[in-house]
């Protein structure tokens, strides 16, 4: 990948509508040019594909929290994942450095979804504690940018 390439990224995550004529424009290439370059960004998976971003609590998900998740025992990460993928609460999970097995983010409609969804995170046979911390605002949500 090179400077182009990270050119091309940026426009697409700044506006991922942006046609490849509108991109060519900014990179100094033609939109063939562009179009080839952003299918073998697609085919190295260094862009996995296009997508709407929205407001979670316009959807009426804008209760969340991360919860550290300490499991019984030495339990693998694809095994954690297996058991937390059928959790609907459960947007993002990690494996982590630290006294915690993951970190699960969570998003509910509400406290009462949420402590619900805790409740079946807890329950899970894999699990010995959790520690939760709800979120009370977003401060600050960006998309990765390259080259920097």
Known sequence: MNS???RIISCLVANARSSYADIGKVVGLSAPAVKRR??????TGVL???TAVVDPEAL???TEAFVEVHCQGNVTPARIRARLE???EVVAAYTVTGAADAIVHLRAADIHQL??????LRGLE???RTVSTVVLSRMLDRPPTPGT
């Open 38 to 43: 952003v299918d073998r960004l697609l085919e």
């Open 60 to 62: 009426g998900w804008g």
């Open 115 to 120: 402590e619900t969804a805790l409740e079946r």
């Open 4 to 6: 182009i390439d990270q």
């Open 48 to 50: 996995r594909g296009f």
């Open 126 to 128: 894999i699990v010995d």
């Open 86 to 88: 059928p959790l609907p």
